[in-house]
């Protein structure tokens, strides 16, 4: 667990090519609770872990890259967004909440680069404490909401797939290969 989370430690800021599309849906390489963990291949050879609980047809999901950069992603096929940046928050069971600003939105997608400072990893933490997670507006309106069961397992093993993508070595065929587990 200490491994794990000195990796989140590192996390910063997970950005996709433009125009990198990918191979295939990606590769379930874990499930715990409500989260799984999977390995998306892009055409150019890039490849991204990404740990994702749902519900319903909303996610939320953490992309890493394997050269240490993060994003928290949202989607929900209610939202319908015209682009740009937003201030919003998120509130993991009845703590105080997070406030985001910068949230890049695109269609049904909103995008949050987590900082490298210390705050991204904290946030991450009380993710795999936690037991619900909730997007809100600028206005504190909730947006969408999750639940964490599994994401202190399904983090640990981002966190060693991501290493497996920062590895020199790593061929495009092996990305991810040493993740396995068990639940929480």
Do not use: Y
């Amino acid at each position: 667990m200490r491994r794990a989370a000195l990796a989140l430690l590192w996390l910063a800021a997970f950005a996709p090519v433009a125009g990198a599309r990918p191979l295939g849906v990606g590769r379930v390489i874990f499930q715990a609770g409500d989260w799984r963990v999977q390995v998306i291949g892009f055409r150019d050879g890039s490849g991204f872990c990404v740990a994702e609980a749902r519900q319903g047809e909303a996610g939320f999901s953490v992309w890493s890259d394997g050269r240490g950069r993060v994003r928290l992603v949202f989607t929900s096929p209610r939202w319908h967004f015209r682009g740009g940046a937003a201030d919003m928050a998120v509130r993991i069971d009845n703590r105080p909440k997070w406030d985001l600003g910068g949230v890049r939105l695109s269609g049904q997608a909103a995008v949050f680069e987590l900082p490298g400072n210390g705050r991204g990893t904290a946030l991450l933490r009380q993710v795999m404490a936690g037991r619900h997670f909730m997007l809100m507006g600028h206005d504190d309106r909730p947006l969408g909401r999750w639940p964490l069961r599994g994401s202190r397992a399904a983090l640990e093993a981002l966190a060693d797939c991501d290493a497996d993508l920062g590895r020199p070595d790593a061929g495009r065929g092996d990305r991810g290969r040493a993740v396995a587990g068990g639940g929480e």
